[in-house]
């Protein structure tokens, strides 16, 4: 199994959830992140005072998915998420170890 966390632009979190959707995947955590990389800031005017921005609002997804879906959902995502302009976001992969179904005790995949 992996964990997929994938950072995004606010306004695409509904294309990628519905290319997700059409994969078959049912379940995502939708978090409300800021933060900052290559794009790093801009300057706004508050007031007559200009300000920096040091950090961007961005949706952060997070997914654990089986290891045979991993291509399908990374794909749908890059796809579902690319605008072409710089602060797309990015997506990381990462295995995970275990996942257990609180409500029936489910384990591994069987908990997904």
């Known amino acids: 199994m992996k964990k997929i966390d994938a950072i995004i632009k606010p306004f695409k979190l509904d294309e ?15 978090s409300e ?9 801009h300057t706004e005017l508050y007031r007559g005072a200009e300000y920096v921005v040091d950090f961007i609002p961005k949706i952060k997804l997070e997914i654990i998915v089986s290891d045979d879906m991993l291509p ?41």
């Open 16 to 30: 990628v959830k519905e290319a997700l959707n059409e994969i078959g995947i049912q379940g995502i955590t939708v």
């Open 33 to 41: 992140v800021k933060g900052f990389g290559r794009q790093k800031g």
């Open 72 to 112: 399908k959902v990374v794909e749908a995502i890059e796809k579902a998420a690319k605008t072409g302009r710089i602060g797309d976001g990015k997506i990381f992969v990462t295995p995970v170890e275990a996942v257990v179904r609180i409500r029936t005790g489910e384990t591994g995949e069987e908990a997904l």
